[in-house]
């Protein structure tokens, strides 16, 4: 098992920055590929970015591309979402999640992510 918690939400006016962290415990973090998802209200789960076991490949949707960064540090067990130029559209629950992957190639699939944190609120005021 793995667990996954996540932090650095909060509320920021259009145009800020915030950095989400999500520190996981449980087994090898470097064994496994992280990924951010969101979801709004009334809106389904969707990828937000995606990097792999070693951090050399990451993958982001074409809402955020640009925009979000995301990051990793394997001796802190951490991953990491530094997300600059917000826009009210970006507001959602934020989640990390997790699978066991040695492959570079980033899944953007949330049914494929086998843990999951529970989610820290961005909300971004017009």
């Known amino acids: 098992q793995v667990q996954l918690v996540e932090s650095g939400g909060g509320l920021v006016q259009t145009g800020g920055s915030l950095r989400l962290s999500c520190a996981a415990s449980g087994r090898t973090f470097s064994n496994y590929a992280m990924g951010w998802f969101r979801q709004a209200p009334g809106k389904e789960r969707e990828f937000v970015a995606g990097?792999?076991?070693?951090?050399?490949?990451?993958s982001y949707a074409d809402s955020v591309k640009g925009r979000f960064t995301i990051s990793r540090d394997n001796a802190k067990n951490t991953v990491y979402l530094q997300m600059n130029s917000l826009k009210p559209e970006d507001t959602a629950v934020y989640y990390c999640?997790?699978?066991?992957?040695?492959?570079?190639?980033?899944?953007?699939?949330?049914?494929?992510?086998?843990?999951w944190g529970q989610g820290t609120q961005v909300t971004v005021s017009s």
């Open positions: 999640a997790g699978r066991r992957s040695w492959r570079t190639i980033v899944v953007i699939i949330d049914g494929e992510y086998a843990y």
């Open positions: 990097i792999s076991s070693s951090g050399i490949s990451t």
